[in-house]
């Protein structure tokens, strides 16, 4: 019914094992989701991250969703993780979220991850500031 509009999911991310963060974001995903399937087509998505434990929002006890605190949105290209990096993918998914090793096999999960090309930190009420995809 919203055939060619975006629209948001969550899902479980991992940017590596938790000694090795590398910035790339990866997913565990099944093609019975409909993002996924859509991603598929267009492989085109934005992610935005919470400031979960940023000094000022722990420090002020406030919401990590209020404007106030700051949110990353990284936004790239969905692709398929290749084959040779599909071992690291997995450390990095399972150790960071264990439960995801029960998921049915019949939902034929596989791992993405996101190509980044922009980044942009809002670190305030509507005040974006870009980061070079290297840093």
């Not at 993780?81 to 450390?91: L, R, S």
Request: glycine share 6%; hydrophobic share 40%.
């Amino acid at each position: 019914q919203i055939q060619g509009m975006p629209y948001g999911n969550c899902l479980l991310l991992s940017d590596g094992p938790v000694n090795n963060s590398t910035g790339i974001p990866f997913f565990y995903v099944t093609p019975k989701d409909n993002i996924v399937t859509d991603l598929l087509k267009n492989p085109m998505a934005s992610l935005t991250l919470p400031e979960a434990d940023g000094n000022f929002c722990r420090k002020n006890v406030i919401d990590p969703e209020d404007p106030r605190c700051a949110r990353l949105t990284l936004t790239g290209q969905m692709v398929t993780v290749p084959p040779e990096e599909v071992e690291f993918a997995k450390q990095a998914m399972f150790s960071r979220h264990p439960v995801v090793r029960k998921w049915p096999r019949s939902y034929e999960w596989f791992f993405m991850k996101m190509n980044i090309e922009h980044i942009w930190l809002q670190s305030w009420y509507g005040e974006v500031s870009p980061i070079a995809v290297e840093e």
